[in-house]
């Protein structure tokens, strides 16, 4: 019953290629979001969508940007990897509470 | 700005004894939500708790109650008769008026003592 899932669920690139993970929800909620988890740090948020073609820059934005053309898709390219961008990135929709559903994570790894 | 602080990286308990996982907050909005979440080891994010600023009664859900403390700007989790599926990161979180975005503390692992 995963109203949110994310592709791909692992990836391996190289430094200095782009890499583009995608968010695809079935819930139809506006606003999208995409937070990256590292060790100690909690999850920080990237960029967020408050609707179709409309996104927002989030705490550590630099080195990665977004589109959202449709109200189910919200992808984050990095536009030429780097290894600090090793990470787990997980996509998040929201909730009529206020919280989050979160996607399952991609686990990224830059070499 | 606002700030989740969770001061312990990791704890033990024993199974069936209760925990309490500490956060604290800093915001200057006078309307705002706090949650927890559980991420087990296999990775997903699962909504715990919900408390509103303005809510007069802590939050409880099952085992899991939030212990509101708003002077002290704190939003302690207390988890009761702890179980060994209880072992996860567990972390705070704060969405003030400021858009519709999330704030995550740093996290605490608890480690469940068969």
């Known amino acids: 019953d995963a109203g949110i899932t994310q592709s791909p669920r692992h990836k391996v690139t190289e430094t200095g290629t782009p890499v583009t993970l995608r968010c695809h929800q079935t819930e139809n909620h506006r606003y999208m979001y995409w937070y990256r988890q590292d060790p100690g740090h909690g999850l920080r948020l990237i960029h967020y969508s408050y609707g179709v073609k409309d996104t927002d820059k989030g705490e550590v934005s630099d080195g990665y940007s977004v589109s959202r053309s449709k109200t189910e898709d919200f992808l984050l390219t990095l536009e030429s990897a780097t290894s600090s961008q090793t990470s787990v990135y997980f996509c998040a929709i929201g909730t009529a509470q206020g919280g989050y559903t979160f996607g399952s994570g991609t686990r990224l790894t830059v070499v | 700005a606002q700030k989740i602080t969770q001061t312990q990286p990791g704890m033990f308990v024993q199974e069936k004894e209760a925990v309490t996982l500490d956060c604290t907050y800093d915001?200057?909005?006078?309307?705002?939500?706090l949650f927890w979440y559980k991420q087990p080891s296999s990775g997903e994010m699962i909504f715990l708790i919900y408390q509103g600023s303005y809510d007069e009664q802590n939050a409880t859900e099952g085992r899991y109650s939030l212990n509101f403390q708003k002077a002290r700007k704190s939003a302690n989790l207390v988890i009761s008769a702890s179980q060994l599926g209880d072992s996860a990161m567990y972390f705070c979180a704060m969405k003030g008026n400021a858009g519709n975005m999330l704030t995550f503390g740093g996290g605490t692992r608890l480690m469940v003592k068969p």
């Open positions: 915001t200057s909005d006078q309307s705002y939500g």
